[in-house]
């Protein structure tokens, strides 16, 4: 069901760079449980978008099934999008991707989506570093089945459909499978974290290459209640960041400074800068041997870990390993694919 | 040891023969086997080269059997004439399998014994692994060199130009100068031999003529791969999965050499392996989604794991091209032999009420040609279509015009609408509006424009304006506007092919795909026989009024196909509602290419049978 918003346009209403209003970035009113972590994400990506001058146009997304894989919808209304079947958006985003390297990419799945039916796919995608943003909306459950556990319900964790019975299997962490198939970014935060979230989103639509970003994304219907571990209120309390992180366009000069030792700058295949600061100890975002480190430290104290975790700047990404041409594959014509006069002939005298 | 041939009197054939070679897979016997029916192609005479091969790499039995007809029937013949049987595993069998009065080549290098000698063969042994130890030192080359050892016996019993294969093998090794030596002496040797002990050539013989013209000599996978790159597809995602993955191996391979920008090297194309066919039909999709062109190769197993992806492409209508090489199923079923026995699960594949777009070749030819149909079809029909080829077709070499396509030939990308056509302050636009009556809805590529024609696509019902909807009324106007669509192909896909001018008779037979080779010898036959059947080849699913028309106009309708429950007849009966007992049954599903007198058999069989009750 969707519902129509207003169309009045307020004529001071800012704009940015490209010229569109925030509304422009927005999709429709969300169908979801009021209070769900989604719709805290949407905003987030509506506000990346816009602060990131994308036109609408120059951005698909992408989803599989479930309630994360219904919010393109709510965002980007301008933008084409496509809900796919259960676990496959990765291969749709691939074709896509290799039919038109211009756009920018942005998936949206969940943790059912991603950990159980799509992880071939998840993994697959990774592997060959296919040039987008991959958002799992982690809530430990399958909300719109009303609730069962997902694979990356935590060992212990009791959700409010398991009947007073905690999961007795081991937690699928999409993170570390992440870093062990060497994706070149990989970040975690949490939908209720806005001030994290939007750099983070911003910082994975300017990598050129597999951007993975987990949202812990607490599921109010089901998966809120004491016992669990993606309920809002335990997250925020086991949270630890691995640093503040500065999204800088590369028109824009950097202007803050922080004490050395405790910051770093990352530049990115555009040009764009990730500077970080406040950094954990022990951590090197370039660096993922300590990134796994820092992750599995941070795991054996029952912590979640957010933040950039580990980015790789020398990222080269599917386009790049197949050595296509620069023109989009779908705007070639019928004379830039001919083969040339006489190919065929040769061809032909080769079969006889 | 002289073993006489011509004790048994036999009478003088010419080019009219079939030789099988009985091996061991791995044993190199595939080049020989390939150069001998090169050599016949070579001498101007038709023939047809059947390659029947086990699920392994190395060790298991492997045949290769050549047709030779001067008349051109380039179907499967039943019985041997010749054969050449170095394989001790498979040799009782093989021996029992030549006619009467048939020629066996044999390794003599050791004793046969007596419980595979046959009276009423001619037995001729030829020490091949004993000439080949002598002459080469290597292991491996013994073993590679006793094949070319053969190669040269049957060339001097069967009196065809040493020349002609030695040109071959020069061709051949073009680039491993080194070899060639090697190859011709291992050939004379063998040739030697023939001429210096057994009486050449034999009463079975090849003459050389010219009725080949300009043909080619290709298997129908090359021949798809070829033409997928002529049409203008640019990504192929595929899974490994005998019989298809040559065709997958030939796209990447010309295309690495025709599709590549000549200042830079980069290439004009995405080739990708992927993780499982779910994946490769995905990564399809998401490409026709974006307007690129794009296919895959699968078979009937890859199919099945396709599913749920091929309803997708169907409802949400984006475009996709499948290639089905058809192989013995169902499961695993027998991988490396054919079936026509996936016609029924592609035309109706995935769940709910799904039709697809079926393309049906017969030659390589054909299969150039309709891969480039099939990717225009895809894009104006904005569904899926396959491309239903076979093991015979996509894995055998066959004899056919030469390939050709027309420079000016522009892709057929259907109804798109680019930023201009956005602009139109009149236009109307639903992504699943039928503006035209035809049931084809106009479509927008992403990227297209900033703020017009973004709409979302989706597995789930929704209304002509792509928005979400769960009203019974708007998905029911839907699904009939699919059927709207479904009518507008049957005027569009490729019409039937007929055998005669007007039909002669109360009798008809229908067939399609590799079929034809057998049935249309069949035809001839029966002709002969003074039985007249008028004869259609389906081309396409759906079926266009031509084929309604011939089954209506014959009071019975054998259909001929290639596996056990009549699946084309099954389509006929479901689609056109014809009375199930006009279409007789003709099948063929041992995993061997049907031949004619099976065909000519069970037709008569019927005739007899009907005769009687009569």
Redesign the interface.
């Known amino acids: 069901?969707?519902y129509i918003k207003p169309s009045f346009v307020h004529p001071a209403l800012p704009r940015n760079k490209v010229g569109y209003l925030k509304r422009?970035y927005e999709g429709t009113i969300s169908t979801l449980c009021a209070g769900c972590g989604h719709d805290s994400i949407s905003a987030s990506i509506v506000e990346a978008c816009y602060e990131l001058n994308i036109?609408?146009?120059?951005l698909?997304k992408l989803s599989g099934i479930g309630c994360s894989s219904k919010t393109?919808?709510y965002f980007l209304?301008?933008?084409?999008?496509?809900?796919?079947?259960h676990g496959?958006m990765?291969?749709?985003?691939?074709?896509?991707?290799?039919?038109?390297k211009?756009?920018i990419y942005l998936g949206v799945s969940g943790d059912g989506d991603t950990a159980s039916i799509g992880m071939?796919?998840f993994v697959?995608v990774i592997r060959?570093n296919l040039n987008m943003t991959y958002i799992v909306m982690n809530n430990g459950c399958y909300g719109l089945t009303k609730g069962q556990d997902s694979a990356t319900a935590d060992f212990g964790s009791m959700s409010k459909s398991g009947g007073g019975i905690s999961t007795p299997f081991q937690a699928i962490d999409l993170v570390g499978m992440a870093l062990e198939l060497n994706a070149t970014f990989v970040a975690r935060s949490f939908s209720g974290d806005k001030d994290q979230l939007v750099p983070l989103l911003k910082a994975a639509m300017s990598h050129q290459g597999f951007a993975f970003i987990d949202v812990i994304s607490p599921c109010v219907t089901f998966n809120n209640n004491k016992g669990s571990t993606k309920a809002y209120d335990y997250v925020r309390d086991h949270i630890e960041v691995t640093g503040a992180l500065d999204f800088v366009p590369k028109e824009e000069e950097i202007t803050v400074s922080y004490e050395a030792g405790s910051s770093k700058s990352i530049e990115l295949f555009d040009n764009t800068k990730l500077n970080l600061h406040k950094l954990a100890k022990d951590w090197d975002p370039t660096d993922i041997y300590s990134a796994k480190a820092k992750l599995e430290a941070t795991k054996r104290k029952g912590n979640y870990l957010t933040g950039l975790i580990y980015v790789n700047p020398e990222s080269k990404d599917l386009?790049r390993i197949?050595?296509?041409?620069?023109k989009p594959?779908?705007q070639?014509n019928?004379a830039?694919?001919?083969?040339?006069?006489g190919?065929?002939d040769g061809?032909?005298a080769g079969?006889? | 040891m002289k073993e006489a041939t011509t004790e048994k009197d036999t009478e003088i054939s010419v080019n009219d023969f079939v030789i099988r070679f009985a091996n061991v897979n791995g044993t190199g016997s595939a080049s020989a086997n390939g150069l001998f029916a090169k050599a016949i192609f070579r001498s101007g005479v038709p023939m047809s080269p059947k390659n029947i091969f086990p699920s392994n790499i190395q060790g298991l039995p492997t045949w290769y059997e050549v047709r030779v007809s001067e008349k051109g029937y380039l179907g499967r013949r039943e019985g041997i004439d010749i054969l050449v049987g170095v394989n001790p595993q498979s040799f009782k069998d093989d021996v029992e399998s030549l006619v009467t009065g048939g020629f066996l080549i044999y390794d003599s290098s050791r004793q046969l014994h007596s419980e595979f000698l046959r009276e009423d063969i001619h037995m001729m042994g030829i020490p091949m692994m004993r000439l080949s130890m002598e002459h080469f030192e290597v292991p491996r080359h013994q073993q590679l060199f006793k094949n070319i050892i053969y190669l040269g016996a049957t060339v001097a019993l069967l009196d065809i130009d040493i020349q002609v294969v030695r040109t071959l093998i020069e061709e051949q090794f073009a680039k491993k100068p080194k070899l060639i030596p090697p190859n011709f002496k291992a050939l004379d040797i063998g040739f030697n031999f023939a001429k210096d002990n057994l009486t050449c050539p034999l009463p079975i013989r090849l003459e050389k003529r010219d009725l080949l013209e300009d043909k080619i000599l290709i298997e129908g996978n090359e021949a798809t791969g070829l033409g997928m790159i002529y049409g203008g597809a640019t990504m192929m995602a595929w899974y490994p999965i005998t019989p298809s993955t040559s065709v997958a191996k030939a796209y990447e391979k010309h295309a690495s050499k025709i599709l590549v920008e000549k200042q830079t090297g980069k290439k004009k194309f995405a080739f990708v392996q992927a993780e499982d066919e779910l994946a490769a039909i995905g990564m399809v999709i998401g490409a026709g989604w974006n307007g690129t062109r794009a296919f895959t190769s699968t078979s009937g197993a890859g199919v099945s794991l396709m599913n749920e992806f091929i309803g997708l492409s169907y409802f949400a209508e984006v475009p996709a091209t499948i290639v089905n090489v058809q192989r013995g199923g169902p499961s695993t079923g027998m991988p490396t032999r054919t079936q026509q026995g996936d016609m029924m699960s592609s035309a109706y594949a995935s769940h709910g009420d799904t039709k697809h777009i079926l393309l049906i070749p017969c030659t390589p030819k054909e299969c150039f040609e309709m891969a480039s149909l099939a990717l225009d079809m895809a894009d104006s029909f904005q569904t899926l279509i396959f491309l239903m080829s076979d093991l015979d077709l996509g894995m055998n070499e066959h004899i056919c015009e030469p390939l050709e396509w027309d420079k000016n030939r522009k892709f057929n990308r259907g109804k798109v609408l680019d930023a201009n056509d956005l602009e139109k302050p009149d236009l109307d636009w639903g992504r699943y509006l039928d503006a035209d009556g035809d049931g084809i809805c106009y479509r927008t590529i992403p990227g297209t424009h900033p703020s017009k024609g973004g709409y979302f696509t989706r597995g789930t019902s929704r209304d002509e304006y792509a928005k979400y909807t769960e009203k019974g009324e708007v998905y029911q106007r839907n699904v009939d506007r699919l059927t709207v669509k479904w009518n507008t192909a049957k005027n569009e896909v490729p019409k039937p092919e007929f055998y005669q001018n007007k039909n002669k008779g109360e009798l008809g037979m229908v067939f399609y795909g590799t079929t034809t080779y057998a049935a249309t010898e069949a035809m001839e036959m029966m002709e002969e026989k003074g039985i007249i059947i008028d004869s259609m080849r389906v081309r396409a699913f759906p079926f266009g009024q031509e084929v309604e028309q011939f089954i209506e106009d014959h009071k019975e309708v054998f259909i001929i196909e290639q596996n056990k429950e009549g699946q084309m007849r099954t389509l006929i009966i479901n689609e056109l509602e014809f009375n199930p007992k006009k279409l007789i049954k003709v099948l063929n599903y041992n995993g061997y290419p049907i031949t004619a007198d099976h065909i000519v058999e069970k037709i008569e069989e019927h005739l007899s049978i009907r005769d009687l009750l009569r």
């Open positions: 069901m969707s422009d036109e609408p146009h120059h698909a393109p919808a209304s301008n933008s084409h999008g496509f809900n796919s079947v496959r990765p291969s749709i985003a691939t074709g896509a991707n290799l039919g038109n211009d756009l071939g796919q697959h060959r386009h197949l050595d296509t041409v620069d594959l779908n070639l019928e830039e694919l001919y083969p040339g006069d190919v065929l061809i032909n079969f006889r």
